[in-house]
């Protein structure tokens, strides 16, 4: 007896996936049965997917009916979980306090019943928690708990070893980027968000060992300011300077310091002329989205890619979540979550080593997709599909991934993950996926110069101001730079990358 | 609030976690520019002094130092379970070394292929997913099985072979004068093409043709047989020999015997025990031993016989002492893979297998089938060495000095080969590229490429 499209039945058959654009309608569940039935069959829930469960229908030993009687009544305590879950969201988006809180008392009661330990439970507890956020906490204090000692670059650490989404962002994303740099001298990374510089030291060694030499490369790094007596910026640009100079690559690094990428000016970045320009962007566009239903708030996408588009990146690399957690109505966007974030936490399950840093850096996001609303809200995921028309509608163009970056994607996943995880490629795009549903995709894109040539850009530079950052590449006398000098590359004559397409500045 | 990074004061330190160096621990220390043991084309014999601010690209000076390091690396990090790293040093190796590129490419992927395979099976990398099998193509797939004609003139292509069957081909002739029977035991990687040259020689005999017998180990049905492969049975493989032998007026029979390294050709030494009952002296017996003996385990191989505490390659020696052969020739490859530990056998492997690619491009042009089924063949070897263990790993390569140590033990003397089978062999030699040569070490002969110790011919008579 199926029990219906349940949220948890991840399809083993890639060909069943939900496809790319995210777009899911939850179907009514049935109500959970009255006790376990002998009849009811089993089907993959998350915790069992590697495990083979006999028939019921078939005789076994009396131990492993004991066993699959207690996975049954999990699955069916799972299943009531959820319903309660959406059930409660539903309550929230019509606006019905009392009942919403009655369901999620009744969820606690449920999660009470469920291993919190692996599968349905582990996920649906961080829901729960959330929701109970929702409804019970003040808007301010809504944020997900932080564990003691920990901050948001210590969680993305773990993430980053727990599981390959962030690896596949990175290697994907250099792969795009070498190729666009082959035949380049001089090559300028611009990093939406450098984080500790993860994914540098590969791009910079295999810079450093392609035929005809490594090219100069300079590296901008865009990342929040930092606290008082801290430099986070400056210490990963000596990190990474540190082991160009091993390497023998000349490297030059400039931090910019920016709560959002909508207070970064093209001006700030100082693209050389000449230089091949790479973006990369993992995981930072979705943040500058807005709800879609307000008319009102003009949100800061637009500006950004225009700036993009005006440095006219050989490559411009985009790495996002590939679901659709920007819609308006909050069941949908509940129940969307729901779908993609346990198969996140499947797959962390599934390889092996609990991480609960890995854990509490995914619930943040749901917390801030569960509990936060309006200018507040920052996980604003959007599939692929959209994607492509945003990038386009600000005139980049795709480039399609090519086939190197596929065989080493599926290669280098296949060595990490073991079985579960698939890469695939469309358009010109890769996803990583867990079982058949895409979890991250991986873009590519360019913008040529205008035809008719640059502007100079009347915010020019006053880079007196700018050079006393360091690491830039202003002289021969920054510690940043790797062992020879920079070779004179450093007229960074201001109007260099800021051309033409309009009005940057607003 | 804008702010920029200012001039660096000190390096802060690592973060709390990141005691790996979070992949900033991919460093690679280039450091001095090593020598390279090759002046293969391209590479400057001596270093040069390091560039300040000029611009020469550093890029293929010591790249293949650089590649190798890489791969220590990479070794290094499977064997620590270190995911990340690998996949970091993965990626990079994948791109500076694709398999269509120059030599030390084409050779770094092959290792690179190997250690993904190794990968793959160990700790952190687990399990063989398709995606992995259809990304990285294990070299042996690509292993080519041959017809014998195809197999005759691939094996002339180079003296890699050619070396040691002329040297022992004149050693064997040497040592059977006078007998009228002669019984030769071929244990051979090449499935007997060096015979017909062979039946050739004792035809031209002064004192006219001796009675053949041919006795060939057939390792073909092992887990683990290395290449080449013949895309013929040994059945047919002896008709044709013996119907070549009547035609050259050698009368010959010819005898297969299963058999496997993994216990020391127990079946093959007991069939010839039982043979050499019933000798009365006119029978030469000897040893032709091709590039198969490295694959009988040795100490290293943790495989030890329980009657007594040697290896099995010491107990082949001595079986073979005690049949009182008239003569043993030995040609292997002058290398050493039995370090235990995988680093090392990358190293003495990187270090040695240079020279089939930095080789084949003399030979064999690129993209021809030939240069394909050569390369997979060394890709063969390398896995072998690099991803395998126990029993399955067979490339248990020894030197010349070694394997005359364990010959001696054995109570064997050194036979050393004459003026005119050197001079055989150089002449051979000439038809091949300038930069194959020979010289003697001792009373053995060895083919060199470019002056680094190739392939040695050692022969071999009881002491």
Redesign the interface.
């Known amino acids: 007896m199926a029990m219906g499209t349940f949220p948890f039945q991840w399809p083993m058959d890639p060909a069943a996936s939900t496809g790319l654009d995210g777009s899911f309608l939850p179907s009514l569940l049935p109500p959970p049965p009255a006790g376990s039935d002998d009849s009811v069959a089993y089907y993959g829930a998350p915790q069992m997917h590697a495990a083979s469960l006999p028939e019921l229908a078939a005789p076994f030993p009396p131990a492993a009916t004991d066993l699959a009687m207690r996975r049954a009544e999990e699955e069916v305590a799972g299943i009531r979980l959820v319903h309660l879950l959406m059930s409660s969201a539903g309550a929230i988006e019509a606006g019905d306090h009392a009942l919403a809180s009655a369901q999620l008392a009744d969820a606690n009661a449920s999660l009470a019943a469920l291993s919190t330990a692996s599968g349905i439970g582990r996920v649906a507890v961080h829901f729960t928690d959330a929701l109970s956020r929702r409804l019970f906490m003040s808007p301010t204090t809504t944020s997900a708990p932080q564990p003691p000692g920990t901050d948001a ?2 969680l993305y ?2 993430f ?2 727990a599981c390959p989404y962030l ?1 596949f962002a990175h ?1 994907t994303a ?2 795009a980027i ?1 190729e666009a740099f082959h035949g380049c001298d001089a090559v300028h990374v611009v990093d939406f968000s450098i984080m ?3 994914q540098w ?2 791009l910079i ?2 810079l ?7 090219p100069f490369l300079r590296i901008t790094g865009i990342g929040p ?1 930092s606290p008082p007596g801290r ?1 986070d ?3 990963v ?7 160009a100079r ?3 690559v000349r490297f030059s ?7 959002t990428l909508d ?1 970064v000016q093209p001006w ?1 970045l100082q693209v050389a002329p000449g230089e091949a320009v790479a973006v990369n962007s993992v995981l930072q566009l979705h943040r500058l989205l807005a709800d879609p239903d307000d008319h009102h708030y003009h949100a800061p996408i637009d500006a950004v890619l225009d700036c993009v588009a005006s440095l006219h990146p050989k490559i411009f690399a985009v790495v996002e979540q590939e679901a659709d957690h920007n819609k308006p109505g909050f069941l949908d966007r509940f129940t969307e979550a729901l779908f993609y974030y346990s198969a996140v936490f499947d797959s962390l399950d599934a390889s092996g080593t609990g991480s609960p840093m890995a854990e509490a850096y995914l619930q943040r996001e749901i917390c801030d997709i569960v509990c936060n609303d309006g200018a507040a809200r920052a996980e604003r995921h959007e599939p692929l599909s959209r994607w492509r028309d945003r990038l386009a509608r600000a005139g980049l163009s795709a480039v399609p991934l090519g086939p ?1 970056a596929l ?2 994607a ?7 993950s ?2 579960g995880h ?2 695939e490629e469309a358009d010109g795009c890769l996803t990583l996926g867990w079982h058949g549903r895409p979890l991250f995709s991986a873009s590519a894109w360019q913008a040529f110069p205008a035809v008719d040539g640059a502007e100079e850009h009347p915010h020019n530079s006053n880079t007196s ?2 050079s ?5 590449g202003d002289g021969g ?4 730079s790797a062992g ?2 920079n ?1 004179g590359k450093t007229s960074h004559t201001h109007s260099s990358g800021v051309v033409g397409a309009g009005n940057m500045f607003w | ?9 000190t ?2 330190p ?2 709390p ?2 005691a790996h160096g ?3 621990g ?5 450091g001095a520019p090593r020598a390279r043991p090759w002046p293969a084309g391209g590479f400057a014999s001596t270093p040069p002094p390091l ?3 000029s ?6 000076l010591n ?1 293949a130092g ?2 190798e390091q ?1 791969l220590v690396h990479c070794a290094n990090a499977i064997e620590a379970n270190d ?2 790293l ?7 190796l ?3 070394a694709p398999a269509d ?1 120059d030599s030390n490419q084409r050779l770094t992927a092959a290792f690179l292929c190997a250690l ?1 395979t190794r ?2 099976r160990t700790g ?6 398709a ?2 099998a ?3 193509e294990s070299a042996a797939l690509h292993v080519h099985r041959f017809t014998a004609v195809d197999l005759a003139s691939f094996v002339d292509l180079t003296p890699w072979h050619r070396f040691g069957y002329m040297a022992a081909n004149a050693a064997i002739l040497d040592a059977v004068e006078g007998f009228p029977v002669v019984h030769v035991v071929d244990l051979s990687t090449t499935h007997c093409m060096q015979i017909p040259t062979l039946i050739d020689m004792l035809a031209s005999r002064a004192e006219g043709p001796p009675i053949l017998r041919l006795t060939v180990a057939d390792v073909a049905s092992c887990s683990s047989a290395p290449p080449p492969v013949l895309d013929m049975s040994y059945e047919e493989l002896g008709a044709k020999l013996v119907n070549f032998a009547r035609s050259r007026n050698v009368s010959m029979d010819f005898r297969v015997v299963p058999t496997s390294p993994a216990d020391a050709f127990s079946s093959l030494v007991d069939q010839l025990r039982v043979q050499q009952l019933v000798l009365d002296g006119t029978e030469a017996l000897v040893f032709n031993c091709h590039m198969l003996m490295h694959t009988v385990p040795d100490e290293t191989a943790g495989s030890v016989s329980l009657a007594q505490s040697v290896s099995l390659r010491t107990m082949l020696l001595k079986s073979l002492r005690a049949l009182e052969p008239a003569l043993v020739v030995v040609a292997e490859e002058d290398a050493d893979f039995t370090a235990g530990d995988v680093v090392g056998r990358l190293r003495a492997a990187f270090n040695f297998m240079w020279i089939p690619y930095d080789a084949v491009d003399t030979f064999l042009p690129k993209g021809s089938e030939q240069r394909r089924w050569y390369e997979a063949e060394v890709g063969w070897k390398v896995e072998n060495v690099l991803a395998q263990e126990g029993v399955d790993r067979v490339e248990r390569q020894e030197d010349r000095t070694r394997w005359g140590q364990r010959m001696r033990g054995a109570g064997f003397r050194p036979v050393a080969f004459g003026e005119e089978a050197a001079g055989e062999v150089r002449t051979m030699l000439n038809e091949h590229a300038a930069g194959w040569g020979m010289k003697r070490e001792d009373d053995d002969l060895m083919l060199t490429w470019k002056g680094h110790n190739v392939v040695f011919a050692s022969a071999w008579a009881p002491s």
Not at chain 2, 86 to 92: A, D, E, G, S, Y
């Open positions: 670059a210590f650490h773990h980053y070893e690896k290697f250099n792969q070498l500790q510089g993860l030291p590969a060694q295999a450093a060992l392609r035929p005809g030499g490594p300011p430099d910026l400056r210490d640009g000596l990190r990474l300077a540190d082991l091993s390497v023998r690094f400039r931090g910019v310091a920016a709560n207070e700030m190197s065989r080493q599926r290669m280098l996943v296949g060595l990490s073991g079985e698939s890469v101001n700018v006393g950052s360091s690491g830039g006398d920054s510690n940043n020879s000098s070779g | 609030m804008m702010q920029f990074t200012h001039a660096a004061v390096a802060p690592l973060h976690n990141g979070l992949g900033l991919l460093f690679l220390d280039v560039p300040t601010s611009k020469i690209s550093l890029g293929n790249s650089c590649m890489l995911a990340t690998t996949q970091q040093i993965l990626w990079v994948n791109n500076i590129g993904v990968a793959s952190a990398c687990k399990a063989v997913t995606a992995v259809a990304a990285v």
